[in-house]
């Protein structure tokens, strides 16, 4: 496996590997991995003759009170971790060399990111669509694979990708969770022990909400005050949002008659989570 940290190497062995008629695949990440990465990279690897796999903690996604500094970093166990999945090449690059001094260029994707985390993270979307450009002009991927756990952050590359004409392909990946049900992340190490059965209200409520859809409930208002209800009613919980969305616009719906999301941030202790459920998908909670 190579490990690359500069940005003119990557982007110089990339076009390499195109001359060669060599497709590349590309996994994002902040590192610190676990099996909701390592599913991204297997499936990644099926597809490509190359895999490549970044490892940045983007500080433009971070507001000035959040966890940039302490975000979780062991780049010698992800590097451990991506060799049992065959990563080829690791991309790890330096902040100072993805946003130098006098840096000034931001992409910033409208309406799909107004709602749920647009909210309670001003800049986080705008963060990273500009990291994701690019990466993407840096590692040149045929196709990048992403987790549907960050919903709102799936929906939003691939507007992006779209409206830009970026030349490649989005694939989005079901979550992946703990046995007990937790959406896998790398921000669980965070988690106190009293404070994981809190935790475990969120994929919780959202197989509450699954219930209430199969016995015919379509109001966003009942099914959310239920959700919310199971939320609140455990220790160490608050609610950021908890929403209905319409899956291609993520704005909140009254009522669900096409495909919609039910998103959730809440914040365990001082630890943010988030989840999402799809109506009418498998949950795969347990
Ligand atoms: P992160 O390192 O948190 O920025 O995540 C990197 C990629 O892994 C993103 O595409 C995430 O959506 C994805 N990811 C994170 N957690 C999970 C999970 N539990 N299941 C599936 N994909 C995930």
Same mark, same amino acid.
Not at 270 to 286: P, S
């Given at each position: 496996?190579?490990?690359?940290n500069s940005?003119?190497?990557?982007?110089?062995?990339?076009?390499?590997?195109?001359?060669?008629?060599?497709?590349?695949?590309?996994?994002?990440?902040?590192?610190?991995?676990?099996?909701?990465?390592?599913?991204?990279?297997?499936?990644?690897r099926k597809?490509?003759?190359?895999?490549?796999?970044?490892?940045?903690?983007?500080?433009?996604?971070?507001?000035?009170?959040?966890?940039?500094?302490?975000?979780?970093?062991?780049?010698?166990?992800?590097?451990?971790?991506?060799?049992?999945?065959?990563?080829?090449?690791?991309?790890?690059?330096?902040?100072?060399?993805?946003?130098?001094?006098?840096?000034?260029?931001?992409?910033?994707? *409208?309406?799909?990111?107004?709602?749920?985390?647009?909210?309670?993270?001003?800049?986080?979307?705008?963060?990273?669509?500009?990291?994701?450009?690019?990466?993407?002009?840096?590692?040149?991927?045929?196709?990048?694979?992403?987790?549907?756990?960050?919903?709102?952050?799936?929906?939003?590359?691939?507007?992006?990708?779209?409206?830009?004409?970026?030349?490649?392909?989005?694939?989005?990946?079901?979550?992946?969770?703990?046995?007990?049900?937790?959406?896998?992340?790398?921000?669980?190490?965070?988690?106190? *022990?009293?404070?994981?059965?809190?935790?475990?209200?969120?994929?919780?409520?959202?197989?509450?909400?699954?219930?209430?859809?199969?016995?015919?409930?379509?109001?966003?208002?009942?099914?959310?005050?239920?959700?919310?209800?199971?939320?609140?009613?455990?220790?160490?919980? *608050?609610?950021?949002?908890?929403?209905?969305?319409?899956?291609?616009?993520?704005?909140?719906?009254?009522?669900?008659?096409?495909?919609?999301?039910?998103?959730?941030?809440?914040?365990v202790g001082?630890?943010?989570?988030?989840?999402?459920?799809?109506?009418?998908?498998?949950?795969?909670?347990?």
């Open positions: 496996m190579k490990i690359i940005i003119t190497e990557m982007q110089f062995y990339a076009e390499s590997l195109r001359l060669q008629g060599k497709k590349i695949s590309f996994v994002p990440t902040m590192g610190y991995f676990h099996e909701g990465h390592l599913d991204l990279m297997r499936v990644a597809v490509s003759d190359c895999l490549v796999v970044s490892i940045y903690v983007n500080p433009a996604q971070f507001g000035p009170k959040e966890d940039f500094s302490s975000y979780p970093r062991d780049f010698d166990r992800d590097h451990q971790m991506a060799q049992t999945v065959g990563v080829d090449v690791i991309f790890y690059p330096a902040d100072k060399d993805m946003y130098p001094d006098n840096y000034q260029t931001y992409v910033n994707v *409208e309406k799909v990111t107004n709602n749920l985390c647009g909210i309670s993270r001003p800049v986080f979307f705008r963060g990273i669509t500009t990291v994701c450009t690019k990466l993407f002009n840096i590692v040149k991927p045929h196709c990048a694979v992403f987790g549907k756990k960050d919903y709102q952050q799936y929906v939003t590359i691939k507007r992006m990708v779209a409206d830009l004409n970026l030349d490649l392909e989005i694939i989005g990946m079901p979550t992946v969770r703990e046995h007990d049900g937790l959406a896998m992340s790398s921000r669980n190490v965070y988690l106190k *022990e009293d404070e994981r059965p809190s935790a475990l209200t969120l994929v919780n409520a959202l197989e509450l909400a699954q219930k209430l859809y199969d016995k015919g409930e379509r109001k966003s208002s009942i099914i959310l005050s239920e959700a919310k209800k199971l939320i609140t009613g455990a220790p160490f919980t *608050e609610i950021d949002y908890v929403k209905i969305c319409d899956t291609t616009t993520m704005m909140d719906i009254e009522e669900i008659s096409g495909e919609a999301v039910m998103a959730l941030a809440v914040k001082t630890t943010r989570l988030i989840d999402n459920h799809v109506f009418g998908e498998k949950l795969n909670a347990q």
